[in-house]
């Protein structure tokens, strides 16, 4: 199971360290992963991984074109603020959701 983060700590913890490398793109779409693994825990902190569609993050963090999204979503793997783990076919052709991990920053 993956460890809770402090919702506090890591977003000033992200302020500091991506606010002046990143794009607006890349930071809107960081704060939807972030938002998503929020909306899914409980009190007891944020959970680290949470898995999402293409279709809803663009939504979420105002993102016109899915290859906007690619690129961004490359940005923050590069910099080291999340991980990804491309979905695919699952079980009788069934779409499986890519894998967002928020990486600790505090």
């Known amino acids: 199971m993956s460890e809770k983060l402090n919702y506090v700590s890591q977003m000033r913890a992200f302020s500091q360290k991506g606010l002046g490398m990143l794009k607006p793109a ?3 779409l960081y704060i939807s992963i ?7 825990s409980h009190a007891d902190g944020v959970n680290q991984s949470v898995r999402a569609d293409n279709e809803r993050l663009m939504k979420m963090s105002g993102i016109g074109n899915k290859r906007t999204l690619m690129t961004q979503r490359k940005s923050l793997v590069d910099a080291g603020f999340i991980k990804y783990e491309k979905g695919g076919r699952g079980i009788e052709g069934r779409r499986q959701l890519g ?5 600790k920053l505090y």
């Open 99 to 103: 894998t967002y991990t928020i990486v």
């Open 34 to 40: 972030f938002r998503l693994a929020n909306e899914s």
């Open 26 to 28: 890349a930071i809107a």
